[in-house]
């Protein structure tokens, strides 16, 4: 994906959810290296065989994003409401951690596990699908 596609999809979607992280909703800032930077985020992963296509991205702040790592959306957004948003960030560094340590093939088990098993996850991309995505153009 070329880097003016990728910036106008970050700014449509943005823009469709409110500009706010899709995660711990804080206001995104549009551009830079910090926290609540808009980045792209992928809901299916792409270690448990998600896409790049738009119907598989949202905008997450870069904090989210980096606390996410490969774990399921469903998973993280959990863990946000549960412990808040620095606590769910250390979780999911620690979850990562974890996983990169039984090597890849161990990773896209485990993300592949949440992904089959997760209603949660599909109700939320029917949803997703329903209210927020729309074809860019």
């Given at each position: 994906m070329g880097v003016l596609r990728r910036v106008r999809l970050r700014s449509r979607l943005s823009e469709a959810q409110g500009h706010r992280c899709c995660y711990c909703g804080i206001a995104l800032a549009a551009s830079g290296m910090e926290d609540d930077s808009a980045t792209l985020e992928h809901?299916?992963?792409?270690?448990?065989?998600?896409?790049?296509?738009?119907?598989?991205?949202?905008v997450a702040c870069r904090f989210c994003n980096l606390g996410r790592g490969a774990m399921m959306a469903t998973t993280y957004f959990d863990l946000v409401r549960r412990f808040g948003r620095a606590a769910a960030h250390a979780k999911g560094r620690a979850w990562y951690k974890r996983?990169?340590?039984?090597?890849?093939?161990?990773?896209?088990?485990?993300?592949?596990?949440?992904?089959?098993?997760?209603?949660?996850?599909?109700?939320?991309?029917?949803?997703?699908?329903?209210?927020?995505?729309?074809?860019?153009?």
């Open positions: 809901v299916i992963p792409l270690a448990a065989g998600g896409w790049s296509g738009w119907m598989n991205i949202v996983q990169m340590s039984c090597g890849p093939d161990g990773a896209k088990r485990t993300c592949r596990k949440q992904h089959f098993a997760g209603p949660v996850y599909r109700a939320l991309r029917h949803e997703y699908r329903q209210r927020i995505a729309s074809p860019p153009g």
